[in-house]
């Protein structure tokens, strides 16, 4: 099968390529052969290829930690599910492995692409807004990387929650795409100061909950304009700098600082992980969310694909459909 592989660690477009005789993976117990329909682009793909995330396969290994397939065969052969491949054999390829207990049955309202992106990030959009911070209707919410792929996650289901929706972004394009996902007030961080005009829109008061997937000046930023009892969720750092909290302002402010690895639901509390996706699969059905798919590439596309992601070049997700 054709697959893309990694031997060294370097920028996707550089070290990302397209082997056309890979061996077809072999379901071991307890696994299933699916035939990718679609990969969605991931922030840690990147991070993975340069060797920068904490969970690093052997190489040579196939990015790609997300997607929407077609079981090979056995007893669930045909079923369409999405979930997370059995690394080393990541999603850009033309076959990889799930485990069964953690596929899950991909929504019938959304395509292939749609659908490839729904898990990861609106997965970790729930547990933050819902299992850690706690979202109430009414609550003012502010998010970052908002036209981005987890971002605009947040935006919509911040919305299903009742929430009024603050959206940060970089530049006039991405403040389009967030207006366009139904966020409340959209600020564009290159041309004026978020947290004025955080305070500004809340009457002073800040926002209750911040989601941040990007550290850095995005956190520093929100310590000065979160709320009375507030909590920023910590997603990751996609602006490569990791914050040190000043916990002696979080201590006189009487705000939370709270962590989110969506990951070790996976092994901590699966059941969780399923009742999510089941919530977040009726919110498709009723077209209440819906992944915003700003690219669609074909298999030989997924280096630049990652590369885009990489660099911050892209809005919404960005999928790699299957041969």
């Known amino acids: 099968m054709r697959a893309w592989q990694v031997t060294e660690s370097g920028e996707p477009r550089e070290v990302m390529r397209l082997v056309p005789d890979v061996p077809r993976p072999a379901a071991g117990p307890g696994q299933l052969l699916v035939r990718?329909?679609?990969?969605?682009?991931?922030?840690?793909?990147?991070?993975?290829?340069?060797?920068?995330?904490?969970?690093?396969?052997?190489?040579?290994f196939t990015p790609g930690v997300e997607l929407c397939g077609e079981v090979a065969d056995g007893p669930r052969a045909g079923e369409r599910v999405i979930g997370n491949p059995v690394l080393p054999g990541g999603a850009f390829a033309e076959y990889a492995l799930l485990e069964a207990a953690a596929a899950f049955p991909a929504p019938g309202?959304?395509?292939?692409?749609?659908?490839a992106a729904l898990h990861i990030g609106y997965q970790t959009a729930w547990f933050a807004l819902h299992r850690r911070a706690g979202l109430r209707p009414g609550e003012t919410l502010l998010v970052h990387a908002?036209?981005?792929?987890?971002?605009s996650a947040a935006v919509q289901l911040g919305r299903a929650a009742g929430a009024r929706v603050i959206?940060?972004?970089?530049?006039?394009?991405k403040a389009s795409v967030a207006r366009e996902l139904g966020a409340d007030l959209v600020v564009d961080r290159t041309a004026e100061d978020f947290p004025a005009a955080v305070r500004e829109a809340t009457g002073g008061r800040g926002a209750d909950v911040v989601f941040d997937p990007v550290g850095g000046a995005a956190y520093a930023g929100s310590a000065k304009c979160v709320a009375f009892e507030g909590r920023i969720v910590v997603i990751g750092f996609a602006s490569g700098e990791i914050p040190a909290p000043a916990l002696g302002h979080a201590l006189v402010k009487n705000y939370s600082i709270l962590g989110l690895h969506w990951g070790l639901y996976n092994t901590r509390d699966p059941r969780a992980v399923r009742a999510a996706h089941e919530e977040l699969t009726k919110l498709a059905e009723a077209g209440v969310v819906r992944p915003l798919v700003s690219d669609r590439l074909p298999?030989?596309?997924?280096?630049?694909?990652?590369?885009?992601?990489?660099?911050?070049?892209?809005?919404?997700?960005?999928v790699v459909l299957g041969a």
């Open 146 to 151: 908002a036209a981005g792929g987890v971002g």
């Open 299 to 318: 298999l030989t596309g997924a280096a630049e694909a990652v590369q885009r992601v990489a660099d911050g070049r892209s809005t919404g997700r960005v």
């Open 36 to 60: 990718v329909r679609a990969a969605a682009v991931n922030f840690p793909d990147a991070l993975m290829v340069r060797g920068q995330y904490q969970v690093r396969p052997p190489l040579p």
């Open 167 to 173: 959206a940060v972004v970089g530049g006039p394009e």
């Open 109 to 115: 309202a959304l395509d292939d692409a749609e659908a």
